[in-house]
């Protein structure tokens, strides 16, 4: 299990930009794949993006590709999620998650860590 904490939430305009950071006290954070993910109200959490561990592959949903960028500081521990564009549909709570599978193998339910979230709301 990997503690993770999420930051950078807030109410932002559409067509504006956040950037959420999630820190993990694990001092073996680049052993992980981390991934984001959000769920919005009364809707399915939603699988985002993740990085792997080097931090060299990423991908995406199609909803959020060329406008979310997912990015990572291993000697910081920490993982980045910048967001462009952003839209009234973006409106939800945000999550990182860490998992110890490959990247090629990760899926959502790869995913065993889970910090507490972090509110995003897109205003039109």
């Known amino acids: 299990q990997v503690h993770l904490v999420e930051s950078g939430g807030g109410l932002v305009q559409a067509g504006g930009s956040l950037r959420l950071s999630c820190v993990a006290s694990?001092?073996?954070?680049?052993?992980?794949?981390l991934g984001w993910f959000r769920q919005a109200p009364g809707k399915e959490r939603q699988f985002v993006g993740c990085?792997?561990?080097?931090?060299?592959?990423?991908r995406y949903t199609d909803s959020v590709k060329d406008r979310f960028t997912i990015s990572r500081d291993n000697a910081r521990n920490t993982v980045y999620l910048q967001m462009n564009s952003l839209e009234p549909e973006d409106t939800a709570v945000y999550y990182c998650?860490?998992?110890?599978?490959?990247?090629?193998?990760?899926?959502?339910?790869?995913?065993?860590?889970w910090g507490q979230g972090t509110q995003v709301t897109v205003s039109s």
């Open positions: 990085i792997s561990r080097s931090g060299i592959s990423t």
């Open positions: 694990e001092s073996t954070f680049s052993s992980y794949v």
């Open positions: 998650a860490a998992s110890s599978y490959t990247y090629t193998a990760v899926r959502g339910a790869s995913f065993g860590s």
